[in-house]
């Protein structure tokens, strides 16, 4: 897997000062979404259509479970907008697949720990092969350097557009790929408080995020409306991506 030779702590720096830039195209949210429909993601075992429709069904799930709660609705349709990267010339081993934190060694429930990452020159460093590594315990994931992908692009892009989304949100986009954490339980000696309060949210969104993918297209048409509405109200005007 390229993701697992090629992410290195050296990569992530140098992705996140070109990414953070915000400097390759300035459009909407919706604009965004639209251009989703290019994109269909490779890591994805579950469908084959374009990333479009999972945004829809996402968020369409999310609201009938949790009607009142306008802010994740909006979650769910944009926390997959960081793989626009991938249409930037991006290659997808920099965009899609978990993450799991750089600089430390790979905990046992990343995938393919086993096989995939024997060729990757941070593993082989004694600053970044240790349980800690570069870092100290309970430190918190702020404080944490992940393999880069779309969940850091899109949170940072938010950040940098003074998003009004509640934080619960805005750690939801970052670290819903982030697997080894919210689903195989590990790394958390390198989570503070702060992060496991937040963990329920993230699991409560991986129920959606997994399971709302199927054949049935949403009428997109049909949702317009509401979600713009929810768009000028969190995310508002043209974005610097």
């Known amino acids: ?3 697992h030779t090629n992410q290195t702590v050296d990569l992530v720096r140098k992705r996140k000062t070109y990414w953070c830039k915000f ?21 994805d075992p579950d ?40 249409l930037y010339g991006e290659p997808q081993w920099v965009v899609v697949g978990d993450t799991y934190p750089l600089g430390c060694s790979v905990a ?22 240790t349980r800690l590594g570069m870092y100290t315990e309970h430190c918190g994931l702020q404080n944490v350097l992940m393999s880069w992908g779309h969940d850091e692009y899109l949170y940072q892009v938010l950040v940098n557009h003074k998003t009004s989304l509640p934080e619960e949100a805005l750690y939801i986009i970052r670290f819903h790929s982030f697997y080894p ?38 009428d997109i048409d049909s949702l317009i409306s509401y979600y713009q509405s929810l768009v000028n109200k ?4 043209t974005v610097r991506w």
């Open 1 to 3: 897997m390229k993701m």
């Open 23 to 43: 400097d390759k195209a300035q459009m909407t949210v919706m604009e965004a979404l639209e251009k989703l429909n290019a994109l269909v993601d490779e890591s």
């Open 47 to 86: 469908v084959d259509l374009p990333n479009i429709i999972h945004a829809f069904q996402t968020a369409e799930k999310i609201r009938a479970a949790h009607p009142n709660l306008d802010w994740f609705h909006l979650t769910g349709l944009i926390h997959d907008l960081g793989k626009v990267m991938a």
């Open 108 to 129: 046992d429930s990343v995938v393919y720990k086993a096989t995939t990452f024997k060729d990757n020159p941070d593993q082989k460093d004694n600053r970044y092969n």
């Open 181 to 218: 954490w919210h689903t195989g339980g590990d790394y958390n000696y390198l989570c503070n408080n702060k992060d496991l309060s937040m963990l329920p949210w993230i699991r409560e969104f991986n129920k959606f995020d997994l399971y709302s993918k199927s054949e049935d297209v949403p």
């Open 234 to 237: 969190y995310v508002p005007g």
